[in-house]
């Protein structure tokens, strides 16, 4: 499925999100491409796959092309060993907050200690109720994209 993905996303200042989740998943993730005109994403998202292909970003960071569709998780987990180094892994939080859920991910491995919250939009000017967990923005800051993580993980900051 293709569309164009509008995000915010922020550090998180507390683990206060963690009382009003309603779900947690573990995610393995590796980038076949990480070219800044394309990234090409595999994901195992408990036990499905994924493929993800998503242009760049506009000049804000918060907009880009997005093409996702469902892979065997067999086959993701063949893609996962082709992929660059470093391979992410993370526990996500979904978060209902007004109209919107934020997806916050628990990074884990050479990314131990980030934490960070996303919340997906209708249209980049769209209001949204902020969390008191939530922290400074960091959209559009190409060092917490997962497919910098990957080159240059946050253990190494």
């Excluded at 796959?49 to 960071?61: P, Q």
């Excluded at 109209?99 to 991910?105: G, L, P, S, W």
Aim: with cysteine; charged share 30%.
């Amino acid at each position: 499925m293709e569309h164009i993905e509008i995000e915010r996303k922020f550090l998180v200042k507390s683990n206060a999100y963690k009382k009003e989740a309603i779900s947690q998943i573990r995610i393995v993730q590796g980038f076949l491409n990480t070219n800044a005109e394309r990234t090409v994403r595999v994901r195992i998202k408990g036990d499905k796959g994924f493929l993800t292909v998503k242009g760049r970003s506009n000049e804000s960071g918060t907009a880009r092309f997005e093409w996702e569709t469902e892979i065997n998780v067999n086959e993701a987990t063949n893609l996962i060993d082709l992929c660059e180094p470093v391979i992410l892994e993370k526990i996500r939080f979904e978060i209902p907050m007004g109209n919107h859920v934020f997806e916050v991910d628990e990074f884990l491995g050479e990314n131990k200690d980030l934490v960070l919250a996303e919340v997906e939009l209708e249209h980049e000017d769209e209001a949204f109720v902020k969390p008191s967990w939530l922290g400074k923005e960091v959209t559009g800051d190409v060092r917490y994209y997962n497919s910098q993580l990957s080159k240059n993980p946050y253990q190494d900051w």
